[in-house]
């Protein structure tokens, strides 16, 4: 897990490649079936892809011990490191030093999460019905930007395909045997940290409360993900925030944008993202209240995947003979891809409409596509032209 932890770049579809050479053809820990089964499940539940095929792995093998040893150091690397980003930037913000250094890493930013978008529409829309889907997810998200119109997109889309249920294949069907006990501890730890944070308005509570709705509720992975923080963590000019958080805990969008950026270059889960903006949500607390920011954001995003994932390996075999729910995966995937795309627009416009924003923005997007150049080169050469210029 560590050696995957230091080296296996470029998001879930390219993770998935990794994992493979890795655990498959090199260790031999389970077959090439096996793990695009288990990487179908987790496509299905809310929660990050990746992370949560590495945790079933580990299940797997070794039982519940062994998974949860499997996520920590999956996850301890990159969320270390974009919570000392965070720490980093704040640190630079207090001393007053410029951050012109970052002006090229926004538009970047921008190429990635277009980039995303499209790499996801080609794997995942394939029918008249899932480019539907894509479109009107896109539009909606755009138009409505607010945290609790995702989930409602994700399960219209789902259920939608699910009516297509007839053009999958028939399979026997097992009886079902569910426990329980993983289910209940992810809707406790929910109903706790809402009951909780709103008790006592902590900060560290509150941001693992949101992190952790976020983190149950949003599919697709890392990139599916950024929207949902954008419009939560993000303040724009003239919104008013709840009262429980003022205007300085909030990121603005060159912060998130560097942020994003730099979560792209690092290796491991793109849900580490959180600690980066959990570590500048506490910022005014100091470095200790900013690692404790980050390490409470990054809880709370990957442990529901985690209780989810638990819960569903069990009775997995038996519920995957339902045609309506291997229909469903057609629906969430394509409005996944539409809450990305939307995301790109959103995420460009309050960048200024100049030629070398348009440029590193396409350029970007061009290089990931027509080119094998890795994402932390583009992400060091911004950092350095940006140094430089």
């Not at 030093?97 to 529409?121: C, N």
């Not at 019905?129 to 995702?150: E, L, R």
């Not at 730890?189 to 009951?195: D, P």
């Amino acid at each position: 897990m560590l050696q995957l932890a230091l080296t296996t770049f470029g998001g879930p579809q390219a993770h998935l490649a990794h994992f493979q050479k890795i655990l498959v053809d090199k260790r031999g820990y389970l077959s090439a079936e096996e793990l695009l089964e288990l990487n179908s499940l987790c496509q299905i539940l809310p929660g990050p892809s990746s992370t949560q095929t590495l945790t079933a792995i580990g299940f797997r093998i070794g039982g519940p011990n062994l998974a949860y040893l499997t996520l920590l150091v999956w996850i301890l690397p990159s969320v270390l490191f974009m919570a000392f980003a965070g720490i980093f930037l704040s640190g630079i913000q207090e001393k007053n030093w410029s951050l012109e250094f970052t002006r090229f890493i926004q538009p970047i930013a921008v190429g990635f999460v277009s980039y995303a978008a499209y790499t996801i529409s080609l794997k995942t829309i394939h029918t008249k019905t899932g480019a539907i889907i894509m479109v009107a997810a896109a539009v909606i998200s755009y138009f409505i930007q607010t945290p609790f119109v995702f989930p409602v997109i994700l399960l219209i889309a789902g259920l939608t395909t699910a009516l297509k249920f007839k053009a999958q294949p028939k399979e026997i069907k097992k009886k079902i045997e569910i426990q329980w006990a993983n289910f209940l501890l992810w809707i406790g730890v929910l109903v706790l940290a809402a009951v909780l944070g709103g008790a006592t308005k902590a900060r560290p509570v509150l941001l693992f409360e949101n992190f952790y709705r976020n983190g149950s509720l949003i599919f697709g992975g890392g990139q599916a993900l950024t929207p949902l923080l954008y419009t939560e963590f993000v303040k724009k000019e003239g919104e008013k925030r709840p009262l429980e958080f003022r205007k300085k805990e909030y990121l603005n969008h060159n912060e998130f944008l560097s942020g994003y950026a730099v979560a792209q270059s690092l290796p491991g889960p793109v849900f580490s993202f959180s600690a980066f903006i959990g570590s500048l949500s506490m910022r005014e607390y100091g470095v200790a209240g900013e690692l404790l920011g980050a390490i409470m954001s990054a809880a709370g995003i990957f442990l529901p995947g985690t209780f989810l994932i638990f819960f569903v390996i069990r009775f997995w075999d038996s519920l995957k003979k339902y045609r309506a729910v291997r229909a469903s995966l057609e629906g969430l995937t394509a409005a996944s891809a539409g809450l990305v795309a939307a995301a790109a627009v959103i995420l460009f416009q309050p960048l200024d409409n100049t030629f070398m924003n348009f440029a590193f923005t396409i350029g970007t997007f061009s290089l990931l596509t027509f080119t094998r150049i890795p994402a932390p080169v583009i992400i060091v050469l911004g950092f350095l032209l940006g140094l430089i210029l």
